[in-house]
């Protein structure tokens, strides 16, 4: 199987290993960099973003001036689920993580999430 991959960059195998298969309609994308974090609700059907929300935003911007750190993320997440509350979901939300394991600020983005009442 190793040599099938042998054409293709590393940034392409890694596009590879970290697809999922989505069955769902909407999804929750996350992105992390050093300095700032950031979510999207994609409805997958359409290939839209319905609402997004990130360290960037101006509402928490003056908040989150450092790192990413779990007060960033809190934050974030709460703006998220502020949001959410305005879109109509009536199915089942896919968590996608990516390629980053689901410890540290992944997970408590998540557990906001859950305490605000959505479920995934």
């Known amino acids: 199987m190793r040599r099938l991959y042998n054409f293709l960059s590393n940034y392409e195998r890694r596009k590879i290993r970290n697809r999922k298969k989505l069955n769902g309609n909407f999804r929750i994308s996350l992105f992390k960099s050093n300095r700032h974090f950031y979510a999207q609700l994609i409805d997958d059907t359409k290939s839209i973003t319905l609402t997004s929300a990130s360290t960037l935003d101006p509402k928490i911007r003056d908040a989150c001036k450092s790192k990413v750190n779990a007060n960033s993320v809190r934050q974030v997440a709460s703006l998220m689920a502020e949001r959410l509350s305005g879109v109509k979901l009536d199915q089942q939300i896919i968590f996608d993580c990516g390629a980053y394991k689901y410890t540290g600020v ?8 859950r305490n605000a009442g959505l479920r995934f």
């Open 106 to 113: 992944i997970s408590q983005f998540a557990e906001v999430l």
